[in-house]
């Protein structure tokens, strides 16, 4: 059962009152399991942590980015309704980007998009059953320019000739490197008040960023953890299931949560809420 977040003692929301938020595992509802894992181990560069008949765990150094779970008999989310946008894998480094890009021509990787977004380099992809991918380095948070608690991002292109050079001078890519996450998720909804009522009001992230059509939502200063657009989903619905595509996103919190909590947006889309890993010491 969906449960809505509940505030602290404080009143503040779960995000407010966290030290750190960031994005935990993505999952994802999948007619063929082994073709889209193979496009997640071959072109995005994720490792198989395990499978069984059903599910399959990929990321790096046992760190599951992304669930793929099987179900035959849901029916083909259409890409105009609400969901997901793109799950955005965040590289370490601007050369690491460029390693992936090199490699992106061998594997012939199917590119839709390419943008530079001021506070990162990011490239767009589309796996084989049409769930958005990003791969995206970011630039240092130094180097962003934030105004009035809003982080200026622009959509302009990509060098991507001097992406691959450094990528071609560079030791070879040899699948997501230690540190991979998942940077952000942006999803596709069908209403921006409702969405940042939500995103903002209910579970407590900042606004950072407003585009014609789009809002975006971080906590401890990035540019952001969560995005939602109306640029193909306009006046959406909630989402039916079971139905392919996004299945669930985890926002992990520095907060005391006790157990996960799941909840929902306006739109059906599935938020856990869980607690961020501890950190151990030797």
Known sequence: MDTAPSKKADGSSPASA??????????????????????????VGLALLSQDGETAKLGTEGN??????????????????????????????HTDLGRW????????????????????EAIYLSDPE?????IYADRPAATWTWINGT????????????????GQSADPWRGAPAGTTVGHVHLQVGAI??????????LGLDITCRYPGATF???????HHIATNIWNSRGAEKRSYPSTGLAEVELRLDAELGERRSLADPWGNAITLAPSPKETTA
Do not use: Q
């Not at 090199?102 to 590119?111: E, G, H, M, S």
């Not at 939502?217 to 540019?223: C, I, K, L, Q």
């Open 18 to 43: 966290s030290g750190r938020v960031s994005i935990g595992t993505v999952a994802l509802t999948v007619h063929d399991i082994d073709r889209v894992r193979l496009f997640y181990e071959t072109v």
């Open 64 to 93: 599951i980015l992304l669930e793929l779970r099987r179900d035959t008999a849901a029916r083909r989310r259409s890409p105009r309704e609400a969901g997901l946008f793109h799950t955005a894998f965040l590289l370490p480094s």
């Open 101 to 120: 890009s090199a490699n992106a021509l061998v594997v012939r990787a199917p590119i839709v998009g390419a943008s530079d977004h001021g506070v990162s």
């Open 130 to 134: 049409g769930n958005g991918v990003e």
């Open 151 to 166: 982080v200026d991002m622009v959509s302009e292109a990509l060098d991507v000739g001097s992406l691959l050079a450094v």
């Open 193 to 202: 008040a409702p969405a940042e009522a939500f995103y903002a009001g209910e």
């Open 217 to 223: 939502f971080a906590a401890n200063g990035y540019h």
